[in-house]
């Protein structure tokens, strides 16, 4: 018999679709009260309706209004999904205002939210601060040049979190994936192709396997930290080299 979870409350951002929802689910299944945090309204409401979850609407970049929203909770759990990768493009030819977009979502945001209820967990000596970050973060991808470095920050984020909270009991755990059927690409594909460029035909993961794979995370005994967890569709790997031809 496993031993009970020793959490009660998750906050998960990015929560309206892709593996926030899914990972909102997995969380409401595990028995944990769960505030999603998202910017659509419709789509928060018909998420409560479904799993029970505490609707949070607000913009991640908002930090300080949900650390109100969220005053007086005790805070187990933060899994600081939401992220954007709002274009592809050269970095020389990327509109600055992006850079500045994926820097605040994907870095800046999770660093303030982890620092609004971090304390907390801290001096209860129980929580687990959960990430999700990118192969994007861990390798170089063309036109990615802002993107990539966002998530690498946050990778070496979190290694600096379990350096800061050794003896504390917090968990920090960093969920690397490859592609995953989400609606990342959205805005980073022109002509709405992202499902045709980078879905048909293939096998990438889904949103269900990556909450899966956060859940059980959670669920290991509090003395079993995954520090980093990487998933690849069997179909993709990283690497490799491209060369082009000399231009005259």
């Known amino acids: 018999m496993s031993e009970p979870l020793p959490y009660r409350t998750a906050v998960v951002t990015g929560a309206t679709s892709g593996i ?83 820097i605040d979502v994907n870095l800046k945001a999770p660093m303030h939210l982890t620092r609004a209820f971090l304390p907390g967990m801290v001096e209860r000596k129980r929580g687990h601060l959960i990430y999700l970050g990118s192969s994007g973060g861990r390798a170089p991808y063309p036109s990615m040049g802002a993107y990539g470095p966002s998530k690498a920050g946050l990778s070496l984020f979190c290694d600096n979190l379990r350096c ?48 899966t794979i956060i859940a059980n995370v959670i669920t290991l005994p509090t003395f079993v930290d995954v520090s980093r967890i990487e998933v690849f569709p069997t179909d993709q790997a990283t690497g490799g080299g491209t060369m082009v031809k000399h231009q005259q």
């Open 20 to 102: 926030g929802r899914a990972t909102v689910l997995k969380l409401r299944e595990l028995g944990l009260t769960v505030y999603a945090v998202g910017r659509n309204e419709s789509s928060l409401q018909e998420l409560a309706a479904l799993s029970g979850a505490m609707p949070i609407r607000a913009d991640v970049r908002d930090t300080g209004e949900i650390a109100e929203r969220l005053s007086g909770v005790e805070v187990d759990i933060l899994v600081n999904n939401a992220g954007i990768l709002s274009t592809r493009a050269l970095f020389h030819e990327i509109d600055p205002a992006e850079i500045d977009a994926m």
């Open 164 to 211: 800061d909270l050794l003896g504390t009991s917090v968990r920090v755990s960093e969920v690397v994936p490859g592609r995953v059927q989400t609606e990342l690409y959205r805005t980073a594909i022109a002509g709405n192709q992202a499902k045709e460029l980078l879905y048909d035909g293939y096998r990438p993961i889904q949103p269900d396997h990556i909450a």
